[in-house]
Protein backbone atom coordinates (compact mmCIF):
# COMPACT_ATOMS: atom_id res chain seq x y z
CA UNK A 1 0.00 0.00 0.00
CA UNK A 2 1.20 3.64 -0.34
CA UNK A 3 0.69 4.45 2.87
CA UNK A 4 3.57 1.98 4.20
CA UNK A 5 5.95 3.29 1.30
CA UNK A 6 8.21 6.41 2.27
CA UNK A 7 6.59 9.92 2.17
CA UNK A 8 7.94 11.19 -1.11
CA UNK A 9 8.11 15.28 -0.97
CA UNK A 10 5.24 17.00 -3.10
CA UNK A 11 4.09 20.58 -3.62
CA UNK A 12 2.19 20.53 -0.36
CA UNK A 13 5.06 20.54 1.85
CA UNK A 14 6.59 23.43 0.98
CA UNK A 15 3.07 25.18 2.17
CA UNK A 16 2.74 22.67 5.38
CA UNK A 17 3.80 25.24 7.62
CA UNK A 18 1.94 27.88 6.08
CA UNK A 19 -1.23 26.49 6.43
CA UNK A 20 -0.41 25.81 10.18
CA UNK A 21 0.52 29.13 10.62
CA UNK A 22 -3.01 29.99 9.06
CA UNK A 23 -4.82 27.86 11.82
CA UNK A 24 -2.45 29.36 14.59
CA UNK A 25 -3.20 33.45 13.54
CA UNK A 26 -6.73 32.93 12.60
CA UNK A 27 -6.82 31.40 16.77
CA UNK A 28 -4.70 33.87 18.14
CA UNK A 29 -7.28 37.16 16.72
CA UNK A 30 -10.40 35.79 17.40
CA UNK A 31 -9.37 34.39 21.36
CA UNK A 32 -7.93 38.56 21.60
CA UNK A 33 -11.08 39.26 20.72
CA UNK A 34 -13.06 37.25 23.05
CA UNK A 35 -10.81 37.84 25.45
CA UNK A 36 -11.04 41.87 25.24
CA UNK A 37 -15.47 41.23 25.07
CA UNK A 38 -14.77 39.68 27.99
CA UNK A 39 -12.53 41.79 29.50
CA UNK A 40 -14.85 45.00 28.97
CA UNK A 41 -17.81 43.50 30.31
CA UNK A 42 -16.46 42.48 33.53
CA UNK A 43 -15.20 46.05 33.60
CA UNK A 44 -18.48 47.48 33.00
CA UNK A 45 -20.82 47.82 36.49
CA UNK A 46 -23.90 47.24 34.12
CA UNK A 47 -22.81 43.67 32.79
CA UNK A 48 -20.40 42.44 35.63
CA UNK A 49 -22.39 40.06 37.85
CA UNK A 50 -23.29 38.25 34.85
CA UNK A 51 -20.00 37.07 34.28
CA UNK A 52 -19.63 36.00 37.67
CA UNK A 53 -19.40 32.61 37.87
CA UNK A 54 -15.95 30.01 38.69
CA UNK A 55 -16.70 27.96 35.17
CA UNK A 56 -15.98 31.39 33.20
CA UNK A 57 -13.13 32.57 35.00
CA UNK A 58 -11.31 28.78 34.88
CA UNK A 59 -12.55 29.30 31.15
CA UNK A 60 -10.83 32.81 30.92
CA UNK A 61 -7.51 30.90 32.08
CA UNK A 62 -7.47 28.30 29.69
CA UNK A 63 -8.13 30.91 26.56
CA UNK A 64 -5.54 32.71 27.80
CA UNK A 65 -3.48 29.59 27.94
CA UNK A 66 -4.83 28.74 24.28
CA UNK A 67 -3.29 32.38 23.30
CA UNK A 68 -0.27 31.93 24.82
CA UNK A 69 0.11 27.91 23.25
CA UNK A 70 -0.66 29.52 19.57
CA UNK A 71 1.46 32.15 19.81
CA UNK A 72 4.50 29.98 20.73
CA UNK A 73 3.84 27.91 18.37
CA UNK A 74 4.77 30.35 15.35
CA UNK A 75 8.20 28.84 13.94
CA UNK A 76 11.22 31.85 14.95
CA UNK A 77 13.77 28.85 15.51
CA UNK A 78 15.09 27.47 12.50
CA UNK A 79 17.27 25.34 14.42
CA UNK A 80 18.82 23.91 17.99
CA UNK A 81 19.01 26.37 20.86
CA UNK A 82 18.32 27.78 24.09
CA UNK A 83 15.51 29.53 22.75
CA UNK A 84 13.87 26.63 21.16
CA UNK A 85 14.18 24.74 23.68
CA UNK A 86 12.47 27.29 26.42
CA UNK A 87 9.95 27.76 23.66
CA UNK A 88 8.75 24.03 23.94
CA UNK A 89 8.97 24.18 27.46
CA UNK A 90 6.78 27.72 27.71
CA UNK A 91 4.65 25.96 24.81
CA UNK A 92 3.71 22.60 26.74
CA UNK A 93 3.56 24.21 29.89
CA UNK A 94 0.44 26.35 28.84
CA UNK A 95 -0.70 23.49 26.93
CA UNK A 96 -1.26 21.38 29.85
CA UNK A 97 -2.22 24.61 32.01
CA UNK A 98 -4.89 24.58 29.74
CA UNK A 99 -6.21 21.07 29.79
CA UNK A 100 -6.12 21.41 33.93
CA UNK A 101 -7.92 24.31 33.36
CA UNK A 102 -10.70 22.57 31.14
CA UNK A 103 -10.53 19.58 33.64
CA UNK A 104 -11.60 21.39 36.89
CA UNK A 105 -14.20 23.40 35.47
CA UNK A 106 -15.56 19.72 35.01
CA UNK A 107 -14.93 18.96 38.40
CA UNK A 108 -16.05 21.97 39.62
CA UNK A 109 -19.82 20.69 37.78
CA UNK A 110 -19.92 17.37 39.40
CA UNK A 111 -18.74 18.69 43.13
CA UNK A 112 -21.11 21.62 43.38
CA UNK A 113 -23.82 20.23 42.32
CA UNK A 114 -23.69 16.44 42.94
CA UNK A 115 -21.76 16.76 46.32
CA UNK A 116 -23.05 19.87 47.11
CA UNK A 117 -19.15 21.67 47.61
CA UNK A 118 -18.79 25.56 47.45
CA UNK A 119 -17.52 26.19 44.24
CA UNK A 120 -16.58 29.70 44.97
CA UNK A 121 -14.04 28.65 48.12
CA UNK A 122 -12.89 25.27 45.79
CA UNK A 123 -11.62 27.73 42.75
CA UNK A 124 -8.24 28.88 44.84
CA UNK A 125 -7.20 24.99 45.06
CA UNK A 126 -8.19 24.59 41.03
CA UNK A 127 -5.46 27.18 40.57
CA UNK A 128 -3.05 26.20 42.79
CA UNK A 129 -2.99 22.55 42.24
CA UNK A 130 -3.08 23.31 38.11
CA UNK A 131 0.15 25.69 38.38
CA UNK A 132 1.78 22.52 41.04
CA UNK A 133 1.54 20.12 38.33
CA UNK A 134 2.35 22.01 35.32
CA UNK A 135 5.69 22.64 37.18
CA UNK A 136 6.43 19.44 38.68
CA UNK A 137 5.66 17.58 34.89
CA UNK A 138 7.33 20.04 32.71
CA UNK A 139 10.14 21.44 34.77
CA UNK A 140 11.71 17.81 35.16
CA UNK A 141 12.23 16.95 31.65
CA UNK A 142 13.33 20.59 30.92
CA UNK A 143 16.35 20.31 33.57
CA UNK A 144 17.25 17.14 31.55
CA UNK A 145 17.27 18.84 28.75
CA UNK A 146 14.80 16.96 26.65
CA UNK A 147 13.16 20.03 24.92
CA UNK A 148 14.63 21.44 21.79
CA UNK A 149 14.20 21.47 18.51
CA UNK A 150 12.54 18.37 16.73
CA UNK A 151 11.67 17.81 12.92
CA UNK A 152 10.83 21.57 12.76
CA UNK A 153 9.13 22.24 15.77
CA UNK A 154 10.28 22.94 19.13
CA UNK A 155 9.52 20.05 21.21
CA UNK A 156 11.18 16.56 22.71
CA UNK A 157 14.19 16.83 20.82
CA UNK A 158 16.23 13.18 22.31
CA UNK A 159 16.93 11.60 19.35
CA UNK A 160 16.55 7.71 20.34
CA UNK A 161 13.02 7.08 19.85
CA UNK A 162 12.23 5.07 23.36
CA UNK A 163 13.94 7.62 25.55
CA UNK A 164 11.36 10.37 23.53
CA UNK A 165 8.71 8.00 24.12
CA UNK A 166 9.15 7.62 27.57
CA UNK A 167 9.60 11.27 28.41
CA UNK A 168 6.39 12.11 25.92
CA UNK A 169 4.08 9.35 27.99
CA UNK A 170 5.32 10.43 31.70
CA UNK A 171 5.02 14.41 31.39
CA UNK A 172 2.70 14.71 28.92
CA UNK A 173 0.50 12.11 27.39
CA UNK A 174 -0.46 10.08 30.77
CA UNK A 175 -1.75 12.85 32.62
CA UNK A 176 -3.64 14.22 29.53
CA UNK A 177 -5.62 11.56 29.29
CA UNK A 178 -6.21 11.14 32.78
CA UNK A 179 -7.75 14.39 32.99
CA UNK A 180 -9.75 13.99 29.95
CA UNK A 181 -10.83 10.99 31.11
CA UNK A 182 -11.87 12.33 34.22
CA UNK A 183 -13.76 15.09 32.61
CA UNK A 184 -16.22 13.01 30.31
CA UNK A 185 -16.68 10.73 34.02
CA UNK A 186 -17.53 13.92 35.69
CA UNK A 187 -19.81 14.74 32.60
CA UNK A 188 -21.56 12.10 32.58
CA UNK A 189 -22.03 11.78 36.69
CA UNK A 190 -24.08 14.82 36.45
CA UNK A 191 -26.65 13.62 33.46
CA UNK A 192 -27.10 10.51 35.99
CA UNK A 193 -27.79 12.99 39.32
CA UNK A 194 -30.15 15.63 36.64
CA UNK A 195 -31.77 12.39 35.05
CA UNK A 196 -32.27 11.04 38.52
CA UNK A 197 -33.44 14.15 40.22
CA UNK A 198 -36.06 14.55 37.10
CA UNK A 199 -37.44 10.74 37.92
CA UNK A 200 -37.74 11.53 41.41
CA UNK A 201 -39.80 14.69 40.94
CA UNK A 202 -42.10 12.71 38.57
CA UNK A 203 -42.63 9.81 40.51
CA UNK A 204 -43.26 11.73 43.93
CA UNK A 205 -45.15 14.11 42.16
CA UNK A 206 -43.16 16.97 43.24
CA UNK A 207 -43.77 19.10 40.07
CA UNK A 208 -45.33 21.64 41.56
CA UNK A 209 -42.33 22.84 43.89
CA UNK A 210 -39.60 25.04 42.65
CA UNK A 211 -37.44 22.99 40.50
CA UNK A 212 -33.62 22.57 42.13
CA UNK A 213 -30.98 24.71 41.01
CA UNK A 214 -29.73 22.03 38.82
CA UNK A 215 -32.74 21.10 36.94
CA UNK A 216 -33.35 25.42 36.91
CA UNK A 217 -29.96 25.67 35.18
CA UNK A 218 -30.08 22.41 33.38
CA UNK A 219 -29.33 24.27 29.84
CA UNK A 220 -26.04 26.35 31.33
CA UNK A 221 -25.06 23.13 33.06
CA UNK A 222 -25.18 20.94 29.56
CA UNK A 223 -23.51 23.92 27.61
CA UNK A 224 -20.92 24.45 30.43
CA UNK A 225 -20.21 20.65 29.62
CA UNK A 226 -19.40 20.96 26.09
CA UNK A 227 -16.05 22.61 27.29
CA UNK A 228 -14.33 19.67 28.93
CA UNK A 229 -16.41 17.34 26.09
CA UNK A 230 -14.26 19.42 23.15
CA UNK A 231 -11.21 19.26 25.23
CA UNK A 232 -11.52 15.50 25.48
CA UNK A 233 -12.15 14.97 22.13
CA UNK A 234 -8.78 17.43 21.30
CA UNK A 235 -6.83 15.88 24.02
CA UNK A 236 -7.24 11.84 22.88
CA UNK A 237 -6.74 12.91 19.01
CA UNK A 238 -3.57 15.11 20.43
CA UNK A 239 -1.92 12.49 22.69
CA UNK A 240 -2.86 9.47 20.98
CA UNK A 241 -1.43 11.01 17.55
CA UNK A 242 1.52 12.20 19.05
CA UNK A 243 2.62 8.74 21.00
CA UNK A 244 1.74 7.13 17.52
CA UNK A 245 4.17 8.86 15.63
CA UNK A 246 6.83 8.81 18.03
CA UNK A 247 6.75 5.17 18.21
CA UNK A 248 6.95 5.56 14.15
CA UNK A 249 9.34 7.95 13.63
CA UNK A 250 9.75 6.45 10.19
CA UNK A 251 8.67 9.03 7.49
CA UNK A 252 6.31 6.86 5.86
CA UNK A 253 3.32 8.26 3.80
CA UNK A 254 0.86 7.56 6.66
CA UNK A 255 3.07 9.21 8.99
CA UNK A 256 3.38 12.00 7.24
CA UNK A 257 -0.36 12.44 6.91
CA UNK A 258 -0.49 11.60 10.38
CA UNK A 259 2.00 14.24 11.21
CA UNK A 260 -0.27 16.89 9.27
CA UNK A 261 -3.13 15.86 11.42
CA UNK A 262 -1.36 16.30 14.24
CA UNK A 263 -0.20 19.77 13.71
CA UNK A 264 -3.38 20.63 12.51
CA UNK A 265 -5.55 19.56 15.68
CA UNK A 266 -2.82 21.42 17.73
CA UNK A 267 -3.33 24.84 15.56
CA UNK A 268 -7.25 24.55 15.42
CA UNK A 269 -7.87 24.29 19.53
CA UNK A 270 -7.68 27.98 19.86
CA UNK A 271 -10.19 28.67 17.16
CA UNK A 272 -12.41 25.73 18.54
CA UNK A 273 -12.21 27.18 22.09
CA UNK A 274 -12.66 30.43 21.43
CA UNK A 275 -16.19 29.81 19.10
CA UNK A 276 -17.56 27.48 21.94
CA UNK A 277 -16.85 30.30 24.22
CA UNK A 278 -18.02 32.81 22.39
CA UNK A 279 -22.28 30.83 23.05
CA UNK A 280 -21.50 31.19 26.77
CA UNK A 281 -25.04 31.79 28.35
CA UNK A 282 -23.37 34.48 30.81
CA UNK A 283 -21.18 36.12 27.90
CA UNK A 284 -24.42 36.70 25.66
CA UNK A 285 -26.64 38.05 28.74
CA UNK A 286 -23.73 40.43 29.43
CA UNK A 287 -23.41 41.31 25.65
CA UNK A 288 -27.14 41.77 25.50
CA UNK A 289 -27.03 43.67 28.78
CA UNK A 290 -24.57 46.16 27.15
CA UNK A 291 -26.45 46.54 23.80
CA UNK A 292 -29.69 47.07 25.82
CA UNK A 293 -28.38 49.70 28.26
CA UNK A 294 -26.34 51.44 25.47
CA UNK A 295 -29.51 52.26 23.55
CA UNK A 296 -31.78 53.33 26.46
CA UNK A 297 -29.67 54.18 29.57
CA UNK A 298 -32.82 55.83 31.09
CA UNK A 299 -35.52 53.60 29.96
CA UNK A 300 -37.46 52.33 33.06
CA UNK A 301 -40.15 50.13 31.71
CA UNK A 302 -38.51 46.68 32.58
CA UNK A 303 -39.90 43.26 32.02
CA UNK A 304 -38.77 41.98 35.48
CA UNK A 305 -38.37 43.30 39.10
CA UNK A 306 -35.15 44.15 40.88
CA UNK A 307 -34.88 43.07 44.48
CA UNK A 308 -32.21 44.79 46.82
CA UNK A 309 -30.97 43.15 49.86
CA UNK A 310 -29.31 45.31 52.36
CA UNK A 311 -27.86 43.03 54.56
CA UNK A 312 -25.64 41.59 51.04
CA UNK A 313 -22.42 43.14 49.93
CA UNK A 314 -24.04 43.85 46.45
CA UNK A 315 -27.13 44.14 44.51
CA UNK A 316 -28.78 40.85 43.50
CA UNK A 317 -31.09 40.65 40.57
CA UNK A 318 -33.88 37.92 40.05
CA UNK A 319 -35.98 37.76 37.45
CA UNK A 320 -39.68 37.62 39.39
CA UNK A 321 -43.24 37.18 37.85
CA UNK A 322 -45.69 39.26 38.04
CA UNK A 323 -47.82 37.87 40.98
CA UNK A 324 -44.25 38.49 43.10
CA UNK A 325 -43.86 42.47 41.82
CA UNK A 326 -47.72 42.07 42.64
CA UNK A 327 -46.51 41.20 46.32
CA UNK A 328 -43.98 43.36 46.71
CA UNK A 329 -46.02 46.57 46.12
CA UNK A 330 -48.20 44.51 48.78
CA UNK A 331 -45.90 44.51 51.35
CA UNK A 332 -44.78 47.74 50.23
CA UNK A 333 -48.04 48.99 51.16
CA UNK A 334 -48.39 47.46 54.64
CA UNK A 335 -45.07 48.94 55.51
CA UNK A 336 -46.66 52.06 55.15
CA UNK A 337 -49.21 51.42 57.18
CA UNK A 338 -46.46 49.92 60.13
CA UNK A 339 -45.01 53.46 59.86
CA UNK A 340 -48.41 55.40 59.91
CA UNK A 341 -49.20 53.63 63.45
CA UNK A 342 -45.73 55.06 65.00
CA UNK A 343 -47.16 58.68 64.67
CA UNK A 344 -49.42 58.56 67.57
CA UNK A 345 -50.80 62.14 67.26
CA UNK A 346 -51.70 61.85 63.80
CA UNK A 347 -53.65 58.67 64.52
CA UNK A 348 -55.60 60.40 67.54
CA UNK A 349 -56.07 63.42 65.31
CA UNK A 350 -57.50 61.17 62.43
CA UNK A 351 -59.53 59.34 65.04
CA UNK A 352 -60.88 62.61 66.59
CA UNK A 353 -62.16 63.79 63.16
CA UNK A 354 -63.61 60.52 62.27
CA UNK A 355 -65.42 60.72 65.82
CA UNK A 356 -66.94 64.50 65.33
CA UNK A 357 -67.91 63.35 61.13
CA UNK A 358 -70.11 60.67 62.29
CA UNK A 359 -71.84 62.72 65.07
CA UNK A 360 -72.50 65.31 63.08
CA UNK A 361 -73.72 62.64 60.28
CA UNK A 362 -75.83 61.18 62.90
CA UNK A 363 -77.63 64.53 63.74
CA UNK A 364 -78.25 65.62 60.63
CA UNK A 365 -80.30 62.50 59.81
CA UNK A 366 -83.23 63.93 63.08
CA UNK A 367 -85.56 61.40 64.60
CA UNK A 368 -86.71 57.96 63.31
CA UNK A 369 -84.06 58.20 60.49
CA UNK A 370 -81.35 58.80 62.62
CA UNK A 371 -82.43 56.12 64.61
CA UNK A 372 -82.33 53.87 62.07
CA UNK A 373 -79.16 54.78 61.08
CA UNK A 374 -77.52 54.28 64.03
CA UNK A 375 -78.46 50.43 64.16
CA UNK A 376 -77.80 49.81 61.16
CA UNK A 377 -74.15 50.67 61.48
CA UNK A 378 -73.85 48.82 64.29
CA UNK A 379 -74.57 46.03 62.50
CA UNK A 380 -71.82 46.46 59.74
CA UNK A 381 -69.25 46.77 61.67
CA UNK A 382 -68.85 43.28 62.69
CA UNK A 383 -68.86 41.99 58.90
CA UNK A 384 -66.00 44.84 57.88
CA UNK A 385 -64.06 43.66 60.80
CA UNK A 386 -64.05 39.99 59.30
CA UNK A 387 -63.44 41.36 55.87
CA UNK A 388 -60.29 43.03 57.18
CA UNK A 389 -59.28 40.62 58.88
CA UNK A 390 -59.89 37.86 55.69
CA UNK A 391 -57.60 40.41 53.85
CA UNK A 392 -54.69 41.24 56.30
CA UNK A 393 -54.57 36.94 56.34
CA UNK A 394 -54.65 36.88 52.35
CA UNK A 395 -51.80 39.78 52.61
CA UNK A 396 -50.19 37.63 54.80
CA UNK A 397 -50.06 34.09 53.07
CA UNK A 398 -49.10 36.27 49.94
CA UNK A 399 -45.69 37.80 51.88
CA UNK A 400 -44.94 33.95 53.25
CA UNK A 401 -44.99 32.70 49.47
CA UNK A 402 -43.02 35.78 48.31
CA UNK A 403 -40.45 35.35 51.28
CA UNK A 404 -40.59 31.63 50.01
CA UNK A 405 -39.57 32.45 46.34
CA UNK A 406 -37.34 35.03 46.83
CA UNK A 407 -35.36 32.88 49.29
CA UNK A 408 -35.17 29.96 46.29
CA UNK A 409 -34.05 32.49 44.12
CA UNK A 410 -31.37 33.50 45.69
CA UNK A 411 -30.67 30.07 46.80
CA UNK A 412 -30.12 29.22 42.93
CA UNK A 413 -28.43 32.40 42.19
CA UNK A 414 -25.51 31.80 44.69
CA UNK A 415 -25.25 27.83 43.27
CA UNK A 416 -25.45 29.45 39.39
CA UNK A 417 -22.34 32.04 40.64
CA UNK A 418 -20.55 28.58 42.26
CA UNK A 419 -20.60 26.34 38.73
Request: proline share 4%; net charge neutral.
Amino acid sequence: MSTTKLHVPNALDAHLQDVVLTFGIAGIVLTAFLLFTIAYAAWNPVSRHHLNRVSLRLLVGALISNLIFAASSIPVFPGPSAGCSFMAFFGLSVLMFSACMFFCIALNLQLVLVHHVNGNLMEKFYYIGSVAAVAILNITPYAAGQFGYYNGTCWFSDSRPDVQFHWLLGSQAVWILLMSTGEVVSFFLILGYMYRIRRERVLTSLSAIPKPPIMAYRSIILRIGLYPLLSCTLNFTGSILDIWLTKNPVPTELQWRLSFVDLCVFALRPTLYTLLAAADPGLLRAIRTLRNHSKSTHSTGRTSSSIEFSNSHRVEHFSMNDRALVNVQLEHGKNSTWEAEDNKPRLEQSSAALTTFEEQSVESHGGAGGARGKPQFVEQEPEQRGSIQAERDREREREEELDVEVQFCSRVEDIARQI
